[in-house]
Structures are given as structure tokens and as C-alpha cells.
């Protein structure tokens, strides 16, 4: 068992989860039911899948779930642009967001590469 809370990339999911909820809260009233509370459950679930994978009992279950997340950031990003697109946030917050998602996207590429190989018996 891992203890995910001391993984990088759940520190990262972190920082894009409090970036998320401080933006999705600026957006307007009707979309309450709509955008809003699907951008923050996909961004919940990055996080979430990280948890899960690392309460698994393989490397290749840990793998699973970090691919769910790194597709949870990728729906993430998608929202963002939406919201962008409909004036709900900034160019400048698009950005930092997709900068930020970009990041963690890479540390989790990396990470499912390091377990792979350890799978491997390669270091």
C-alpha cells in the first residue's frame, strides 16, 4: 500500500483541485446544475483515482487508476475552455489552469512509466 498523500502528483492535483473550485465558484448562477458541478467532480476524480489506484494491491491496478485520473485532467482542461470560450474565466486564468494541468499530466505520464518498467524488472 502506498500512501498517496506523499505522492507529487497528488500534491499537484491538489493545487489544480483548489485553482478549479476558486474558478468554477466566479461562474454564473445557471450554470449551478450544469458546468459548474461537472468541472468539479472530473477535477475531484483526478485526485480520487490517484487514492484509489494506490489502495490497490499491483503496480498495474496503481497504473489503471493514474490513467483514469490523467483522463480526468484532460475532461478538466476541456471545461476550462469551455468556460473560457463562454466568458466565465480569463485568458490569463485559462492559462495558469492549463499550465497547471499540463504539469501533472507529465508527472503522471512519468510515473506510470516508472511502474512500468518496475512491472519489467528494469530500473
Same mark, same amino acid.
Given at each position: 500500500?502506498?500512501?498517496?498523500?506523499?505522492?507529487d502528483i497528488w500534491q499537484k492535483s491538489l493545487e489544480i483541485l483548489r485553482l478549479v473550485y476558486d474558478l468554477s465558484n466566479k461562474f454564473p448562477e445557471s450554470?449551478?446544475?450544469?458546468?459548474?458541478?461537472?468541472?468539479?467532480?472530473?477535477?475531484?476524480?483526478? !485526485?480520487?483515482? +490517484?487514492?484509489?489506484?494506490?489502495?490497490? %494491491?499491483? =503496480?498495474? #491496478?496503481?497504473?489503471?487508476?493514474?490513467?483514469?485520473?490523467?483522463?480526468?485532467?484532460?475532461?478538466?482542461?476541456?471545461?476550462?475552455?469551455?468556460?473560457?470560450?463562454?466568458?466565465?474565466?480569463?485568458?490569463?486564468?485559462?492559462?495558469?489552469? !492549463?499550465?497547471? +494541468?499540463?504539469?501533472?499530466?507529465?508527472? %503522471?505520464? =512519468?510515473? #506510470?512509466?516508472?511502474?512500468?518498467?518496475?512491472?519489467?524488472?528494469?530500473?
Amino acid at each position: 500500500m502506498r500512501s498517496y498523500r506523499n505522492l507529487d502528483i497528488w500534491q499537484k492535483s491538489l493545487e489544480i483541485l483548489r485553482l478549479v473550485y476558486d474558478l468554477s465558484n466566479k461562474f454564473p448562477e445557471s450554470e449551478k446544475y450544469g458546468l459548474t458541478v461537472q468541472i468539479k467532480r472530473a477535477v475531484v476524480s483526478i !485526485l480520487s483515482n +490517484i487514492a484509489e489506484g494506490s489502495g490497490r %494491491n499491483s =503496480n498495474q #491496478q496503481m497504473i489503471n487508476f493514474l490513467s483514469i485520473s490523467k483522463g480526468s485532467a484532460f475532461e478538466v482542461e476541456a471545461q476550462l475552455i469551455i468556460a473560457f470560450e463562454l466568458n466565465y474565466i480569463t485568458e490569463s486564468e485559462l492559462n495558469e489552469a !492549463l499550465e497547471l +494541468i499540463d504539469h501533472y499530466c507529465r508527472m %503522471n505520464q =512519468n510515473f #506510470q512509466n516508472y511502474l512500468i518498467k518496475k512491472n519489467n524488472g528494469t530500473k
